[in-house]
């Protein structure tokens, strides 16, 4: 019997509840299939402190993460950290975008956000799409 693949969702914690990162998870859930454990920070950690205490448990156990930004595709310096941790435990990432795909991380770009935005942001978006975002955080608004 081969054991579940376990793919975990990172996402700001900002877009939890939100009606975009429902559409997500659905469509996530649709394209991996019902073998899949889908592990869900916003169920798993009611705390960041126990966030920190469980994740690098956790991200040994993955086979995938998948990155969920917010609706203007931005994520903060939590999804951030667990992408780098994913990747220095060489777990895949990829990024869930719109109309709904999964983007393998060579396909996607992380672009910081422009000094003077406070706190540590950057936008996650395939390579498709145009150096500048910032029409994108607009059209989230």
């Known amino acids: 019997m ?22 997500a998870l659905a469509g996530i859930r649709a394209e991996v299939g019902a073998g899949t454990v889908i592990l869900d920070p916003a169920v798993l950690f009611t705390t960041d402190a126990e966030w920190l205490a469980e994740w690098p448990r956790l991200v040994r156990s993955l086979d995938m993460l998948v990155i969920v930004p917010a609706a203007d595709r931005t994520v903060g310096a939590g999804v951030l ?61």
């Open 81 to 141: 950290r667990e992408v780098s941790d994913a990747l220095a435990h060489c777990v895949p990432v990829s990024l869930w975008a719109p109309p709904g795909r999964l983007v393998p991380w060579a396909a996607f770009d992380v672009r910081g956000i422009p000094s003077g935005t406070a706190g540590m942001a950057a936008w996650v978006v395939p390579v498709d799409v145009p150096t500048d975002p910032t029409p994108m955080r607009e059209h989230a608004r």
């Open 2 to 23: 081969t054991r579940a693949l376990t793919l975990y969702v990172a996402s700001p914690v900002t877009a939890y509840g939100t009606p975009h990162r429902g559409r």
